[in-house]
């Protein structure tokens, strides 16, 4: 059964900072991706990651991706109140007619004024 | 281009009640998703639909849960009868056709209370 991990699960940070976020997962994969979710709101597509070694990036957020090591992170520069959310990656796998994706736990972001 | 609709968005019933669940995905996607989120955790497929097939179906508590897409465009999503663990956001998602690694596009959710 594929598990996905995600760490840290909280992270409190202040404006202008940086961090990452990662996200392990079990088995082999090479579909990886990125969603945003707002407090009551439903997720909004942030990246997606289909190789070893691809990389994007959108604003103050990068996301990148090794197959090998079985490792997605995200990163977050000069942080803004604005990223506060909660991020969840997810790992796609392919079932009879196309894409199933299985969730990390999701890393809730606060960014501090 | 007009987003997933989901309705209603907030239901309260009581447990060994039954519920149930509207979804209108994106017009031409095919393949329709849908996914239980328990607060706390990401969201866990329950069901995903490509047309009015069903791809995958293992996570369905089918002696409680039912789904079903006539015509291959809106889906409903039923639970009989409801029990506390039940309680959750209901998402629904759909995908474009072509290529299988096309990100899926969530609707705004039900969100369930069973009491």
């Known amino acids: 059964e594929l598990k996905v991990e995600q760490n840290p699960l909280f992270l409190s940070m202040q404006e202008g900072k940086n961090y990452t976020i990662y996200c392990n997962y079990s088995?082999?994969?090479?579909?990886l991706y990125w969603y945003r979710q707002d407090p009551g709101k439903s997720l909004e597509s942030l990246f997606v990651l289909l190789s070893n070694g691809a990389v994007k990036q959108e604003g103050r957020l990068m996301a990148s991706l090794d197959t090998k090591a079985r490792l997605s992170t995200l990163h977050i520069t000069a942080a803004v109140h604005d990223l506060s959310a909660t991020y969840f990656c997810?790992?796609?796998?392919?079932?009879?007619?196309?894409?199933?994706?299985?969730f990390g736990t999701g890393t809730q972001l606060k960014v501090e004024l | 281009e007009a987003g997933v609709a989901q309705s209603p968005r907030y239901k309260i019933i009581e447990k060994r009640q039954s519920v149930a669940f509207w979804c209108n995905p994106i017009?031409?996607?095919?393949?329709l998703y849908w996914y239980q989120q328990i607060l706390g955790q990401g969201p866990k497929l329950l069901i995903q639909?490509?047309?009015?097939?069903?791809?995958?179906d293992s996570q369905l508590p089918k002696d409680r849960f039912s789904a079903e897409r006539l015509k291959g465009v809106d889906s409903t999503l039923k639970i009989q009868p409801a029990k506390l663990e039940d309680s959750a956001v209901y998402l629904c998602?759909?995908?474009?056709?072509?290529?299988?690694?096309?990100?899926?596009?969530f609707g705004p959710g039900t969100r369930l209370t069973v009491l």
């Open positions: 017009s031409g996607h095919a393949t």
């Open positions: 639909f490509q047309n009015n097939g069903v791809v995958d």
């Open positions: 998602a759909s995908r474009p056709p072509g290529v299988r690694w096309n990100e899926q596009f």
């Open positions: 997810a790992v796609g796998g392919l079932t009879g007619g196309g894409n199933k994706l299985t």
């Open positions: 088995t082999t994969s090479d579909r």
